[in-house]
C-alpha cells in the first residue's frame, strides 16, 4: 500500500507520505487466479502476469466491503486473457461495456480499472475486450 493511506483526521502528512502518493504499489500476481483483498485499494496496480488465462474475481461485501468510490488498477502483462469476474455472480454485479459485460477480458499489455459505483456493485473500464 502507498505510503500515507489510510489517513485519519488530525495526521499530519510528512514528505515521504505525500512522495508516495505519486506512484503505485505493485501487487503482483503470477497464478491464475486471484481474489482481490482490501490491500489492493489506493495506489496500488495488481499486475497479472501468468502466461496462461487467469481471472481476478471480485469479493462479496459480506468478505470485504470496499468502500464506494474504490477504484482498482489491473494491468495484464501476462500472455494469456485476463477476465474479471465475481466471487459470487448472483451476489456481486459487474458491468463494462465488453463483450461479456458481467466478465470482461483484458488482453495482454492492456489495463482496466474496477470502480465499486454501489453495494456489491462494480463497473469494469479500460481496455476490456
Given at each position: 500500500?502507498?505510503?500515507?493511506?489510510p489517513a485519519?483526521?488530525?495526521?499530519?502528512?510528512?514528505?515521504?507520505m505525500?512522495?508516495?502518493?505519486?506512484?503505485?504499489?505493485?501487487?503482483?500476481?503470477?497464478?491464475?487466479?486471484?481474489?482481490?483483498?482490501?490491500?489492493?485499494?489506493y495506489?496500488?496496480?495488481?499486475?497479472?502476469s501468468?502466461?496462461?488465462?487467469?481471472?481476478?474475481?471480485?469479493?462479496?461485501?459480506?468478505?470485504?466491503?470496499?468502500?464506494?468510490?474504490?477504484?482498482?488498477?489491473?494491468?495484464?502483462?501476462?500472455?494469456?486473457?485476463?477476465?474479471?469476474?465475481?466471487?459470487?455472480?448472483?451476489?456481486?454485479?459487474?458491468?463494462?461495456?465488453g463483450a461479456t459485460?458481467?466478465?470482461p477480458?483484458?488482453?495482454?499489455?492492456?489495463?482496466?480499472?474496477?470502480?465499486?459505483?454501489?453495494?456489491?456493485?462494480?463497473?469494469?473500464?479500460?481496455?476490456?475486450?
Amino acid at each position: 500500500m502507498a505510503t500515507g493511506f489510510p489517513a485519519a483526521t488530525g495526521d499530519v502528512l510528512s514528505a515521504a507520505m505525500f512522495n508516495g502518493l505519486v506512484s503505485f504499489t505493485l501487487n503482483t500476481q503470477s497464478g491464475s487466479t486471484y481474489t482481490l483483498a482490501s490491500t489492493d485499494q489506493y495506489q496500488v496496480l495488481v499486475v497479472a502476469s501468468n502466461a496462461s488465462t487467469k481471472t481476478i474475481s471480485i469479493p462479496t461485501d459480506a468478505t470485504y466491503a470496499f468502500p464506494n468510490g474504490t477504484a482498482i488498477t489491473i494491468l495484464n502483462t501476462g500472455a494469456g486473457l485476463l477476465t474479471v469476474n465475481a466471487v459470487t455472480s448472483g451476489t456481486t454485479t459487474i458491468t463494462s461495456a465488453g463483450a461479456t459485460s458481467a466478465a470482461p477480458t483484458v488482453a495482454q499489455y492492456k489495463s482496466c480499472v474496477a470502480i465499486k459505483i454501489s453495494t456489491n456493485a462494480w463497473t469494469i473500464v479500460g481496455g476490456i475486450a
